[in-house]
C-alpha cells in the first residue's frame, strides 16, 4: 500500500509563506499525476495545484501566482511553495494522484494531511 505523509503546515500571519512537503513510500510519479488538495472547515476537498508525469502544472485560479507545486522524484517527495497566504487558504492540505487513484478496503486513500492556518 502507497503511504502520502503530509508535513510543513502550521500558523502563519497574512503574506507570509509555508512550504509543505509529502513524502510518497514509493516511486509513484512514472505512472501517475501528483496534486496538493485542501479542505477547509464546512466546505468540500478541492484541488488547487497538480503536476504531471512530464512536470507540467495547473493551479486554481484562487492560488495562481501565490503557490508552486514541485516534485523531487528521486526523493519520492511532492511540495508545495505558498506565499502570500490569506486567510481564506486556512485549510488541512493533503497530497494524492491527481486524480486520486490509491484505493483502500473502505474507499479512496487520504492521508492525515497537514494543518495550514492563516490569521494575525
Known amino acids: 500500500q502507497v503511504q502520502l505523509v503530509e508535513s510543513g503546515g502550521g500558523l502563519v500571519q497574512p503574506g507570509g509563506s509555508l512550504r509543505l512537503s509529502c513524502a510518497a513510500s514509493?516511486?509513484?510519479?512514472?505512472?501517475?499525476?501528483m496534486g496538493w488538495y485542501r479542505q477547509a472547515p464546512g466546505k468540500q476537498r478541492e484541488l488547487v495545484a497538480s503536476?504531471?508525469?512530464?512536470?507540467?502544472?495547473n493551479y486554481a485560479d484562487s492560488v495562481k501566482g501565490r503557490f508552486t507545486i514541485s516534485r523531487d522524484a528521486a526523493k519520492n517527495t511532492v511540495y508545495l511553495q505558498m506565499n502570500s497566504l490569506k486567510p481564506e487558504d486556512t485549510a488541512v492540505y493533503y497530497c494524492n494522484t491527481q486524480p486520486p487513484l490509491i484505493k483502500t478496503t473502505s474507499g479512496d486513500y487520504w492521508g492525515q494531511g497537514t494543518q495550514v492556518t492563516v490569521s494575525s
Open positions: 503536476i504531471t508525469r512530464g512536470g507540467y502544472t
Open positions: 514509493g516511486s509513484i510519479f512514472s505512472i501517475a499525476n
